[in-house]
């Protein structure tokens, strides 16, 4: 089944400042995705990156603050930029795979802005 | 976008007891899953359920799906401490398109 390798796993930032997280599956994946999850929340869909196009984003998140890239089948990257505390959640990758459920997800980066 | 609700959001058995968590989705799926989540890390895979099916077991693990109601349940049997943790229900409704998570519910099991 496929892996998802997320990085970082965490990160203390400065307000202000911007978090690139990254994501490689150890497979080509058509669709990945980005989720938020604020502190003792579920998960929340950020958007779905297909590869060659922009990314579709979910109500209430835009690109300015969430950019994405998805340059190649097997990896994507999530940029928080201009950082507030609000922003502290973890962030989690997932793409559709061949497991039997269908989907994997990378292990999380759990954010905290100061 | 949150696909529906859980009920209960919280849940406080003793060890041995079953624990008996609850969804409802809005949309037509193709199918609907459970994960478990330990404080904060990585989601678990627990199992998955299609539309055209009714129950389904696994271990100490029973899901049911109701479509007309647009719901699911999952029974864990014979609960342990080490079942503490949140269990999230997801859903999907076309091939390809992300999981939707419902809001969860924090099961706490002591011994």
């Known amino acids: 089944s496929a892996v998802i390798s997320q990085k970082p796993s965490r990160d203390i930032c400065q307000r202000g400042t911007s978090l690139t997280i990254q994501c490689q599956v150890d497979s080509q994946v058509t669709m990945m995705f980005w989720y938020r999850q604020q502190p003792g929340q579920s998960l929340t869909l950020i958007a779905t990156?297909?590869?060659?196009?922009?990314?579709?984003?979910e109500s209430g998140f835009v690109i300015d603050k969430f950019p994405i890239s998805r340059p190649n089948l097997t990896f994507s990257t999530l940029t928080v930029s201009n950082m507030s505390p609000e922003d502290s959640s973890i962030y989690l990758c997932?793409?559709?795979?061949?497991?039997?459920?269908?989907?994997?997800f990378g292990s999380g980066t759990r954010l905290t802005v100061v | 976008s949150q696909q529906g609700e859980e009920d209960p959001q919280a849940l406080s058995i003793q060890e041995g007891e079953n624990a008996t968590m609850n969804c409802s989705y809005k949309?037509?799926?193709?199918?609907l899953q459970w994960y478990r989540q330990n404080s904060g890390r990585g989601l678990v895979h627990l199992i998955l359920i299609r539309s055209n099916e009714r129950e389904k077991h696994s271990g100490r693990l029973r899901v049911t799906l109701d479509t007309s109601k647009k719901s699911s349940s999952l029974l864990i049997t014979a609960s342990r401490a080490a079942d503490t943790a949140s269990y999230f229900c997801a859903t999907d409704s076309q091939a390809g398109t992300a999981l939707i998570f419902g809001k969860g519910t924090t099961l706490s099991v002591s011994s």
């Open positions: 990156a297909n590869q060659g196009s922009e990314a579709t984003y």
């Open positions: 949309t037509s799926i193709n199918n």
């Open positions: 997932s793409a559709r795979t061949g497991t039997d459920y269908g989907y994997t």
